[in-house]
């Protein structure tokens, strides 16, 4: 009868427990007889939540599986992409009280276009699951991940509502971090939640707690969450979340970004309840937005569009060439984590010197070339930080005077510049680039360790509540070492500094809560040492059994940048100043300086002249004389040399401050590895001499008497690369560097020199066994 009636069906309403085949066969049956559309085959649950409801309910949840045998066009249950807009719902649901909401009008948004089944296919990449007992068509699924590369669409809005919502409400903003971590998990979940069974899976973790999990079988049960829909239709809430981001729903609302919800509410109290009634407002009052809120409203519409990889390197290239060639650049943000888009565009500098001047210099430069169009924050610098940063917008087509190639770059884009010193770098890293949650939650467990980790470094902190309640740093300590010798040169070893594994920035993502991070940290802790020392090679042996050598690392292709960027250093010295107890001297002076390469070779070896009066050679350690000193360079030809060999490499040395320190020379921390602090380098009983650490995992024994600075080189620069794998997983580096060169031949031969004075010694055996009586019967410093 519903098909012979002169109205068009709609919908074909089934209980689930008749049997399918009878159904499809009866329409199959009747197949020529329909009028237009293909009708929906439904369940009586739409029809029961329907009358419920008082309208009609997206029918697409509640849609029978049609089987391979139906009908072409009455498979195509899927809604084309084109008939919606980004932010609307895929169905809309239709009012009863409404004349165009019965099957007779030819507007009913529930009716579907004809379309072969055969024409709705996976894009190229999507993998259909296997065939399995779904709520909603197979068809939905192609759609959905061809159109958005969502496989959730409908519960990512319904959650995105809820999320609106509460970002408006200034009493609840845990529930609003709450869903905004759910709709970034349902944004890239690789399958489409079926069933509560589906929340099971690793990917969907987040989706697990009680109130989450809840709103998701709702959603499965009735198609809606209801109370997303009764936000939905909150005049307040929606006017206040459209004031917020100025009507723009793609914005990220960072800071700077749009308005408060106190002040969105302040303004629609004040009858300020649309987009068009704050326009009006704001020409009849200009000072009604700040300076921040004018240049977002001004720019509302370009600063929402997503800015494609290829411009982002573009707009990195141009900043670039406003700090000095030193600096190293680099985008973080979602771009160093592989989007194919970005909303913004975050540039990190690291350089030396004043950040705040140079933030200053470089943000003149770039807005007289016409390059920066508008200043959301003109602070240079920040209070207490070592750190220049500059806020704003900018347009590339505003240099198609000198470049016409950027010609077609039109629209003001978003860019954040923060200029930090070489040793933060990788604190900043860590901080822009791995996504606000996984921020939140590495931050929170650092916080439960003790500890306060920033942008700034990572700090011993002692956290409280203040007179509201709140949770606060009651007291902050000076700024950790890092205890790798390291100097925080890589992410690593912040992660190794919180006893968690590096994850990678592609692994931090979906599901790192700080339950996870917690859950990294147990496991990392029962694993044996030996494991972190990741080392291959052989043919290394110890001097006896009970030691364990850590052999070399094999050459791989990862060793090409350090054959060009680590070179190792030692230097001698002896004592001048004020000689306090007739030993020692106040003050060291360089005597000695070696530097040798990453094979070993060496590349500099030259004794040093010292102006002043040498008041204590330490013969005993330095096996140096007046004579060795005579034959020396002045120290400033041997400084030249060193630091040209030194200056933007990895360095490697046992202690090497001090060596630093007398060749007033202040390389980086993040290129400095000081062998006598790497925790994989230590053992049980065994101090952090270079003598032992040799001894122990290289099974080479040195200072055997008088040291040799070139050997004591070789033997940090061995014991680097025992370890280096987990101390430098990637390059520090960021300069491209050739070869080093060695010196000349007579400014590599201060061995040579040595040996071949100390044949001529022999002249005082008596005098040396007197004091070596002495020596026996001493202590301290005295022995």
């Known amino acids: 009868e519903v098909l012979a009636a002169p109205v068009q069906a709609t919908h074909v309403v089934a209980a689930e427990t ?107 990449g999507i993998v259909e699951p296997a065939a399995r007992a779904l709520t909603r068509s197979d068809a939905l699924d192609v759609e959905l991940s061809g159109t958005s590369g969502c496989l959730n669409t409908e519960l990512l809005a319904e959650f995105e509502a809820l999320r609106t919502h509460y970002s408006a409400q200034r009493t609840e903003q845990w529930r609003e971090r709450q869903y905004r971590k759910v709709v970034a998990t349902l944004r890239s979940l690789p399958f489409r939640i079926a069933n509560l069974e589906d929340l099971g899976r690793p990917e969907a973790s987040i989706l697990t707690g009680s109130h989450t999990r809840a709103r998701v079988e709702e959603f499965l049960r009735r198609g809606s969450i209801q109370l997303a829909q009764h936000l939905q239709n909150d005049p307040r809430a929606n006017a206040i979340a459209d004031l917020m981001n100025f009507g723009v729903h793609a914005g990220k609302g960072k800071y700077g ?86 909303g913004d565009i975050d540039v990190l500098v690291c350089a030396r010197g004043d950040q705040s001047r140079l933030t200053a210099e470089a943000a003149e430069q770039l807005t007289k070339s016409g390059f920066l169009t508008s200043t959301l924050r003109d602070a240079h610098h920040i ?49 822009f680039g791995s996504g606000e949650e996984f921020n939140r939650s590495i931050r929170l467990f650092a916080t439960r360790l003790g500890f306060s980790l920033s942008d700034q470094g990572i700090r ?75 080392v291959v090679a052989a043919g290394s042996s110890s001097s006896s059994s009970s030691t364990t050598a850590l052999p070399m690392a094999a050459p791989s292709s990862s060793n090409c940048w350090r054959s060009r960027g680590v070179v190792a250093l030692d230097c001698e010295f002896v004592g001048v100043g004020r000689n306090t107890g007739g030993i020692g001297g106040d003050r060291n002076a360089l005597a000695r300086v070696s530097v040798v390469s990453y094979s070993g070779s060496v590349l500099l070896d030259t004794l040093v002249q010292v102006d002043e009066e040498v008041v204590d050679f330490r013969i005993h350690i330095t096996g140096l004389t007046q004579a060795h000193l005579d034959q020396g360079v002045p120290f400033a030809e041997a400084r030249e040399l060193a630091v040209g060999l030194l200056e933007g490499r990895v360095v490697i040395g046992h202690s090497p401050t001090h060596d630093f320190k007398v060749l007033s020379f202040s390389p980086p921390g993040q290129l400095v590895r000081d ?32 040291h040799c600075s070139v050997e004591d080189a070789r033997a940090a620069l061995w014991l680097y690369r025992s370890v280096q794998d987990i101390w430098d997983p990637c390059c520090p580096i960021t300069s491209t560097l050739s070869e080093p060169i060695p010196a000349a031949p007579h400014l590599r031969e201060a061995a040579g020199i040595l040996s071949a004075v100390c044949t001529e010694a022999g002249a005082n055996e008596d005098l040396a066994a007197h004091f070596d009586r002495c020596a026996s019967s001493s202590h301290g410093y005295a022995k």
């Open 18 to 124: 008749v049997a399918r085949d009878r159904v499809e066969s009866l329409l199959q049956q009747h197949a020529c007889d329909l009028k237009g559309e293909a009708p929906l085959l439904v369940t009586c649950a739409w029809l029961v939540e329907s009358l419920a409801a008082g309208k009609f309910l997206d029918a697409l949840p509640f849609a029978l599986r049609a089987t391979s045998k139906s009908p072409d066009r009455l498979a195509a249950t899927a809604l084309p992409a084109s008939e919606t807009t980004a932010g609307e719902k895929r169905v809309q649901s239709t009012d009863f009280s409404k004349p165009e909401a019965h099957g007779s009008s030819t507007n009913s948004p529930l009716k579907r276009p004809r379309s072969s089944a055969s024409a709705v296919s996976p894009p190229q």
């Open 257 to 342: 970004s749009y308005v408060g919800a106190a002040t969105a509410e302040k303004w629609y109290d004040s009858g300020i309840t649309s987009l068009e009634e704050l326009a009006r407002r704001i020409e009849m009052e200009p000072g009604l937005l700040t300076h921040n809120q004018r240049v977002m409203w001004d720019f509302r519409q370009d600063f929402s569009v997503r800015v494609p990889r290829s411009e982002v390197e573009i707009i990195a290239d141009v900043v670039r060439t406003a700090f000095p060639a030193d600096a190293s650049l680099e985008v973080c943000g979602s771009y160093c984590r592989g989007a194919a888009d970005c």
């Open 383 to 431: 209070s207490g930080t070592h750190i220049g940063q500059w806020m704003g917008g900018c347009c590339l087509a505003s240099l198609a005077h000198r470049r016409p190639e950027l010609g077609a770059y039109t629209l003001h884009r978003r860019l954040d510049i923060k200029v930090y010193p070489p040793k933060l770098r990788a604190f900043a890293q860590l901080y």
């Open 460 to 534: 011993k902190a002692t956290r409280g509540k203040n007179d509201r309640g709140d949770s606060v740093v009651m007291w902050e300590g000076q700024p950790q070492e890092d205890p790798s010798g390291c100097a925080w040169a890589t992410e690593a070893s912040i992660f190794q500094f919180l006893g968690l594994p590096f994850i990678a920035l592609e692994a931090r993502g979906l599901g790192v809560t700080v339950a996870r991070l917690e859950e990294l940290a147990k496991l990392q802790a029962k694993r044996p040492p030996e494991e972190e020392c990741a």
């Open 675 to 706: 062998t006598s602090s790497c925790p994989q380098l230590r053992a049980p009983g065994l101090g952090r001499s270079l003598r032992a650490l040799s001894e122990h995992h290289l099974g080479l024994k040195i200072q055997d008497g008088a």
